[in-house]
Structure formats: structure tokens, C-alpha cells
């Protein structure tokens, strides 16, 4: 029976063409869309590389103070941290924690190859205050200021990209004329959120006992950030307190104070609207191939009313009629999703998404064809319903 139906099909490919063609568009969209998907829950199930809960932030805009003025007023800034009992500890940053939109990436060297990777920055206690933990070597801490060289440590991406196999630890890469010797990995930190996806990170060391470029405080954002880790159950008025307290030790600096789970909501949000208006899109291009796919349907198994009603007088049961006529439109579907696997395939092959791997696109692919087989069934399944119910009779009557 399933070759009568592709026999059927196949000599009216010129009549089910425009058909064939939309389904084969919106196999294509919905396999990208679907992968996308696939992609972002994934991201979400995975683990961020740090903790969120009772970290506070503080973003404080200096103006034009100098570079003495914004050590003088840190440093006070720490004393009146260790004088509330609230504050477990405190650790500085740039503020690129939860903001998606935000990129800071560069070039390092190794070995005469280029590697484009993430720049973070982050002081010695960053470590305690994120609740991360190394997978090799050690996070940045006081012996680091003797060092010829800039520490740098990296997440476990970013080793597979630079070094493969082989150790980092030790390790010397270079940007421009700077050095930065491998002193630790760490596993994941996906600083933009739970459905953003992983990346290459490098974290350079920016420290007040330092006076070297790559950790000098009042350029651009570095160091613009500090975060509070807060004992647990800590009230939300303890942030008026905080900032009127740092707003009282430095009067024209703009101090704001917020938590970094409000921040992660935020972040949440911008980065699902990219997928939500692909759902929509693809929704849209599916709605009209289904309705248009079911119109054929409609039309083609009016015009067969004969036909059907002969194969009733022949002894075939309405079972048979509604599962050729299903049979049939699924058939029709396959030729033109054998088509778009041709197409599809070539996305992996050739890496056009590099974030994707095979196995987004294999889920993508099953995903895909399993929701062009339910459209396409749901689309037949009235017209069969009705063929079904055709009485040999009746046929007579109107022929």
C-alpha cells in the first residue's frame, strides 16, 4: 500500500508542486528554529559555573576622579564593608555579570595561532564571593604581585581551543606585548544567563596593590562593580543602608545597589526574545502551509468522490479510505522533507552555526520531521473523516 501511495503521489508531482514547496520551506525554518530551541534548553539545563544567590552588586560612576582618588575611596569603601555583620565578603569586577548584550573579546597568541576569547576581570576573593571552583590550578590571590608576567586563568573552552589535550597550567600566551602565564582552569561561567551558551573566558586580575595597566581601576568598566556576598535572609532595606553609607564616603560618586537575581531575570528575558520571535515567525509560516495543505487535501478528495464511492461498492471499509487518504498527504510530506534533509544536512557539514553541534541538529532534525508528520495528519484527517463517509449511493446519484 505505501508504494501505491508514493506511485499516487509521484504522478501528480506537477499538481501537488506549489504544495510540496511549502512544506519543504517550512521543514527548513522549523529544523533551524527547532535546533535553536533544542540549543537554548539545553543552555538552560546546563550549569551556570557560579552562584547568584546573596550576591549583591554595587555600580558606582566615579566621573572624573583620578586614579588615587578612586584607590583612596575603595579602600574606604572595604573598611566600612568589614564593619556590617551583614557582609560575608566582597569582591571587585567589571560589569559584564548578567547582561547578554555586553561582549568584550579579544586575541591571544600562542604558538603563532590566534584565539579569539571572552575578557573578564575579577580581584582575588571573586573566587569565594561566586562559590566557583577550579578544575586545575589555583585562582588569583597576593603572591600573584611578585609575578613577571600577568596571570590569566581560563575556563575549560578556552584550554581546549589554545591547548587541546596538553596541560595549560604554566603556560605562557601572549597579547601584543604583554605575557600572561596559565595559573588556573576553571569549568563553566556563562556570565549571561541560564540560556545563553558557552564560550571561551579568560579572567584577568585587577587588584589595588597594583599599578600596571591590565589593572588599573577607572578605565572603561574595570572594576566598576563590586559584589557583596550577604548572609543569608538578609532584609531588602539593608540596601538603603549600604548605599547611604558608601553615598556619605564618596558624595559625587552615583552608587547603585541592587541583587544580582533581579539582575538574572533581566537577563533571562532579553536573551528568550530572540527565540520567542522565532517561534512566532515559524508559527505563522506553519499555520499558513497547514491551512493550505489542508485546502489541497479538501479539493483533491471532493473531486474523487467517484473514485471513493467506487472503491466502496467495491468492499473497502471506511478504514481503508480515511488511511489512503492520510497515507497519501504523509507521503506527500516525505518527498518534500526528503528534499529539505538535503538541505538541513548541509548546516552541520559545513559548520554554518558553529554554536550548534550534531547533536542539537540531530534532535532539531527528529523534532522537525515528527511535527510535519502531526500537521500534515491533522490536515487530512477531516477531509479522510469525510471521505470515509461516503456512500456508494450517493456517488451515483450525483454522477
Same mark, same amino acid.
Given at each position: 500500500?505505501?508504494?501505491?501511495?508514493?506511485?499516487?503521489?509521484?504522478?501528480?508531482?506537477?499538481?501537488?508542486?506549489?504544495?510540496?514547496?511549502?512544506?519543504?520551506?517550512?521543514?527548513?525554518?522549523?529544523?533551524?528554529?527547532?535546533?535553536?530551541?533544542?540549543?537554548?534548553?539545553?543552555?538552560?539545563?546546563?550549569?551556570?559555573?557560579?552562584?547568584?544567590?546573596?550576591?549583591?552588586?554595587?555600580?558606582?560612576?566615579?566621573?572624573?576622579?583620578?586614579?588615587?582618588?578612586?584607590?583612596?575611596?575603595?579602600?574606604?569603601?572595604?573598611?566600612?564593608?568589614?564593619?556590617?555583620?551583614?557582609?560575608?565578603?566582597?569582591?571587585?569586577?567589571?560589569?559584564?555579570?548578567?547582561?547578554?548584550?555586553?561582549?568584550?573579546?579579544?586575541?591571544?597568541?600562542?604558538?603563532?595561532?590566534?584565539?579569539?576569547?571572552?575578557?573578564?576581570?575579577?580581584?582575588?576573593?571573586?573566587?569565594?564571593?561566586?562559590?566557583?571552583?577550579?578544575?586545575?590550578?589555583?585562582?588569583?590571590?597576593?603572591?600573584?604581585?611578585?609575578?613577571?608576567?600577568?596571570?590569566?586563568?581560563?575556563?575549560?573552552?578556552?584550554?581546549?581551543?589554545?591547548?587541546?589535550?596538553?596541560?595549560?597550567?604554566?603556560?605562557?600566551? =601572549?597579547?601584543?606585548?604583554?605575557?600572561?602565564?596559565?595559573?588556573?582552569?576553571?569549568?563553566?561561567?556563562?556570565?549571561?544567563?541560564?540560556?545563553?551558551?558557552?564560550?571561551?573566558?579568560?579572567?584577568?586580575?585587577?587588584?589595588?596593590?597594583?599599578? =600596571?595597566?591590565?589593572?588599573?581601576?577607572?578605565?572603561?568598566?574595570?572594576?566598576?562593580?563590586?559584589?557583596?556576598?550577604?548572609?543569608? %535572609?538578609?532584609?531588602?532595606?539593608?540596601?538603603?543602608?549600604?548605599?547611604?553609607?558608601?553615598?556619605?564616603?564618596?558624595?559625587?560618586?552615583?552608587?547603585?545597589?541592587?541583587?544580582?537575581?533581579?539582575?538574572?531575570?533581566?537577563?533571562?528575558?532579553?536573551?528568550?526574545?530572540?527565540?520567542?520571535?522565532?517561534?512566532?515567525?515559524?508559527?505563522?509560516?506553519?499555520?499558513?502551509?497547514?491551512?493550505?495543505?489542508?485546502?489541497?487535501?479538501?479539493?483533491?478528495?471532493?473531486?474523487?468522490?467517484?473514485?471513493?464511492?467506487?472503491?466502496?461498492?467495491?468492499?473497502?471499509?471506511?478504514?481503508?479510505?480515511?488511511?489512503?487518504?492520510?497515507?497519501?498527504?504523509?507521503?506527500?510530506?516525505?518527498?518534500?522533507?526528503?528534499? %529539505?534533509?538535503?538541505?538541513?544536512?548541509?548546516?552541520?557539514?559545513?559548520?554554518?552555526?558553529?554554536?550548534?553541534?550534531?547533536?542539537?541538529?540531530?534532535? %532539531?532534525?527528529?523534532?522537525?520531521?515528527?511535527?510535519?508528520?502531526?500537521?500534515?495528519?491533522?490536515?487530512?484527517?477531516?477531509?479522510?473523516?469525510?471521505?470515509?463517509?461516503?456512500?456508494?449511493?450517493?456517488?451515483?446519484?450525483?454522477?
Amino acid at each position: 500500500m505505501i508504494r501505491h501511495f508514493f506511485r499516487v503521489i509521484w504522478f501528480r508531482k506537477k499538481e501537488n508542486f506549489m504544495t510540496s514547496l511549502g512544506i519543504f520551506i517550512s521543514f527548513i525554518v522549523l529544523f533551524l528554529v527547532t535546533s535553536f530551541l533544542v540549543y537554548t534548553a539545553n543552555n538552560y539545563l546546563k550549569p551556570l559555573g557560579f552562584s547568584y544567590k546573596d550576591v549583591w552588586y554595587i555600580t558606582m560612576n566615579w566621573k572624573d576622579s583620578s586614579q588615587e582618588e578612586i584607590k583612596e575611596t575603595l579602600l574606604q569603601f572595604e573598611n566600612d564593608f568589614k564593619s556590617f555583620p551583614e557582609i560575608e565578603d566582597f569582591a571587585y569586577s567589571e560589569s559584564f555579570i548578567f547582561t547578554p548584550a555586553v561582549m568584550n573579546m579579544t586575541n591571544y597568541e600562542y604558538n603563532e595561532r590566534e584565539i579569539r576569547c571572552n575578557i573578564r576581570y575579577a580581584s582575588d576573593d571573586f573566587i569565594d564571593v561566586m562559590g566557583m571552583e577550579m578544575l586545575e590550578g589555583r585562582w588569583f590571590d597576593e603572591s600573584d604581585n611578585a609575578s613577571n608576567k600577568n596571570p590569566l586563568i581560563i575556563n575549560k573552552y578556552a584550554k581546549e581551543d589554545i591547548f587541546g589535550n596538553d596541560t595549560a597550567l604554566g603556560k605562557v600566551i =601572549h597579547k601584543g606585548e604583554n605575557e600572561y602565564i596559565i595559573i588556573g582552569v576553571i569549568d563553566e561561567f556563562r556570565n549571561a544567563g541560564k540560556f545563553s551558551g558557552s564560550m571561551p573566558i579568560s579572567f584577568r586580575r585587577i587588584s589595588l596593590n597594583l599599578e =600596571h595597566e591590565q589593572a588599573r581601576f577607572g578605565s572603561e568598566s574595570m572594576g566598576s562593580r563590586i559584589l557583596l556576598k550577604v548572609k543569608s %535572609g538578609t532584609p531588602v532595606k539593608f540596601e538603603e543602608t549600604i548605599t547611604k553609607s558608601l553615598s556619605n564616603i564618596a558624595k559625587e560618586w552615583q552608587i547603585k545597589v541592587n541583587t544580582l537575581e533581579i539582575l538574572k531575570k533581566s537577563a533571562n528575558l532579553q536573551t528568550l526574545i530572540f527565540p520567542v520571535i522565532l517561534i512566532v515567525v515559524c508559527g505563522f509560516l506553519i499555520i499558513n502551509v497547514g491551512l493550505g495543505l489542508f485546502g489541497v487535501i479538501w479539493y483533491n478528495t471532493n473531486r474523487r468522490r467517484g473514485e471513493i464511492g467506487l472503491r466502496r461498492a467495491l468492499g473497502s471499509s471506511a478504514n481503508k479510505i480515511q488511511v489512503q487518504i492520510i497515507g497519501e498527504a504523509l507521503v506527500l510530506s516525505t518527498f518534500a522533507m526528503i528534499v %529539505g534533509s538535503f538541505f538541513a544536512l548541509q548546516f552541520p557539514i559545513l559548520g554554518l552555526i558553529p554554536i550548534f553541534d550534531s547533536t542539537i541538529y540531530t534532535l %532539531g532534525y527528529i523534532i522537525s520531521v515528527l511535527v510535519i508528520y502531526l500537521i500534515t495528519s491533522l490536515c487530512a484527517w477531516y477531509p479522510s473523516r469525510i471521505a470515509a463517509l461516503v456512500e456508494p449511493a450517493d456517488t451515483l446519484r450525483d454522477e
